[in-house]
Each structure stands twice: as C-alpha cells, then as structure tokens.
C-alpha cells in the first residue's frame, strides 16, 4: 500500500506508520513537504485547515508529478481553546485515492494561560525550548514528551490522530 504524507518530519512519519500498520500490510510511505496555507503556529480553526490544506495540497502534487497512492496523510499541531481551556492538539487528515475522507484528533494537553500569547507570536516549540533550554524538542519527542517525562511523546499523539482518522476506512458503519 503506498501513502503520501504532507510532511518530511520523522516523527510525524513515525507516527503515520504505527497508526496504519495496525491495520495494513506492506506499507510504504513517503514524506513531501507541502504547504498548510496557515501559519507556523495554527490556532482554533486553522489546525483543521492546514492539516486539510496539506492533503488537497499532497494530492494535486501527485497529480501534476505522476504519483500514485491509496492514502494522502497530513497531520497539523495547534492550540485551540474550544473546549474551555487552552490546550494543544494534533488534527489528522486522511483521504483515500477515490476521494473518502477521514478526520481525527489526539489527545490535548493543556497549556498554562502565561504561555498562550508568547506561543501564538511564534510557536510552541520555540516557546518550550527557551522555556526548558532545549534544542528542537518538536523534532524529538515534542514537548510532550518533556512534559509527561516521555510516557507520551509527540509520535504518540501523532499516531493517535491518525489512528483516530482511519476510523472511516476500517469500519464501513462509521462513514458519511
């Protein structure tokens, strides 16, 4: 089974691959850096769109390149506040080659109100390594992982929205 994903980050790649090998076989991903048409640190709303921009975007890149794949993947990190407080999320999404699309979002962890703005100005990985004097925690195991002393990682959450937007394509029942 080949699968794109709108990213070249390993750990976002890492994290796709647990997600799809609990269900599939023969696995073969590729990773493309396309654009999510939101900024560097989505908030709200905009997590949903660029891991969705990311997908359209993956997808008219196999076109014009020839590519084929069963599965387009994008995953998007934000910071959204729906819910009463602010926390940070992974929102996964998932198109087959037919068009069929799947959604999913990780577990949030919550940020500490002191934080929101600085993370907003510019993103939660820089705001964690200045805050933890640390170097590029959002290519490792994310801050996550420095928070929960690594009993989750950002491959976990990844994985977990993914696994979540799979839901469709592994259970006819759960689809529009």
């Known amino acids: 089974m080949k699968v794109l994903i709108g990213t070249k980050n390993p750990g976002k790649i890492k994290g796709a691959r647990i997600a799809l090998e609990k269900y599939f076989d023969n696995v073969e991903i590729e990773g493309v850096k396309v654009d999510s048409g939101v900024g560097e640190q989505p908030v709200g709303l905009e997590t949903y769109q660029g891991a969705l921009h990311r997908v359209d975007n993956l997808m008219h890149y196999a076109q014009e390149h020839n590519l084929h794949a069963d599965y387009f993947m994008a995953v998007e990190s934000g910071l959204v506040s ?3 407080f602010w926390s940070i999320i992974n929102v996964a999404v998932i198109k087959n080659c037919h068009g069929q ?3 999913g979002t990780s577990a949030g962890f919550p940020v500490p109100q002191k934080y929101v703005e600085a993370i907003k100005r510019n993103t939660l990985g820089t705001v964690m390594d200045q805050l933890f004097n640390e170097s590029d925690l959002r290519s490792s195991t994310g801050g996550i992982g420095l928070l929960t002393r690594e009993v989750i990682t950002r491959i976990d959450l990844t994985a ?5 937007a799979l839901t469709p394509f592994i259970n006819n029942a759960w689809q529009d």
């Open 101 to 103: 699309i799947g959604q």
């Open 160 to 164: 977990q929205a993914f696994l979540m």
């Open 82 to 84: 729906e819910i009463g």
